[in-house]
Structure formats: structure tokens, C-alpha cells
């Protein structure tokens, strides 16, 4: 069993940054392949960006590639999403999520576990 917590979430403006958490209980979160999805309202959950368990390769949705940074702490066991050059289309519901058995994961059903959410809103 393993719970997620998301932390970071909030109101910036439009070309503003926001560092977003995931704090992960129990002590096998480097066996851990983690992700980050997005709900913006009314629309599906959506893939954002993903890191391995096995080497921290990373893979990002288009949509925030070169500007969305995914990482993580294995001694913390936390992972993070910076994200910079924010715009009105990243307002959404962030959620992190952690799957046991793929090395990189874009799909959600494939997730074991889910966080709650954060909220992020940009203003324009």
C-alpha cells in the first residue's frame, strides 16, 4: 500500500513557475516508476510526465516538454514537477501517481496508486 501526497499548488500568474511535491509513504519508493497527470475542468485526466524506477529516465507529454520538469528524491521519497513559462491551458488538478511495474508509464489506468490532487491555477 502506498499513499501519496501532493503540495505546492496555487494561483500564479501567466510566465510564472511553480514547484510541485509528492510525498509517498512506506520504503519502497525507488521501486517506484512515478507520474504526473493533470484534470483541467470538464476534461479527461491527462499525461504530463513520467520518471523510471529503474535509471530516473524521464518522459514528458508534448504539451510541456522544455518547459515541465520531473524528478525525483529516492531518500526523500518525494518526486517533484517544476514547472515554468506556466499558461492559462496548465490551470488543472494535478495529481501524482505510482505504478510497480512499468519503467515509463504515460497511460493512467496502469497506475497502482493515486494522490488527491493539487490545485493549480494560472491567470492570464
Known amino acids: 500500500q502506498v499513499q501519496l501526497v501532493e503540495s505546492g499548488g496555487g494561483l500564479v500568474q501567466a510566465g510564472g513557475s511553480l514547484r510541485l511535491s509528492c510525498a509517498a509513504s512506506?520504503?519502497?519508493?525507488?521501486?517506484?516508476?512515478m507520474g504526473w497527470f493533470r484534470q483541467a475542468p470538464g476534461k479527461e485526466r491527462d499525461f504530463i510526465a513520467t520518471?523510471?524506477?529503474?535509471?530516473?529516465?524521464?518522459y514528458y507529454a508534448d504539451s510541456v516538454k522544455g518547459r515541465f520538469t520531473i524528478s525525483r528524491d529516492n531518500a526523500k521519497n518525494t518526486v517533484y514537477l517544476q514547472m515554468n513559462s506556466l499558461n492559462s491551458e496548465d490551470t488543472g488538478v494535478y495529481y501524482c501517481?505510482?505504478?510497480?511495474?512499468?519503467?515509463?508509464?504515460?497511460?493512467?489506468?496502469?497506475?497502482?496508486?493515486w494522490g488527491q490532487g493539487t490545485q493549480v491555477t494560472v491567470s492570464s
Open positions: 501517481a505510482a505504478d510497480a511495474t512499468s519503467i515509463l508509464c504515460t497511460r493512467s489506468y496502469e497506475y497502482d496508486y
Open positions: 512506506g520504503r519502497t519508493f525507488s521501486r517506484w516508476t
Open positions: 520518471i523510471s524506477r529503474i535509471d530516473g529516465r524521464t
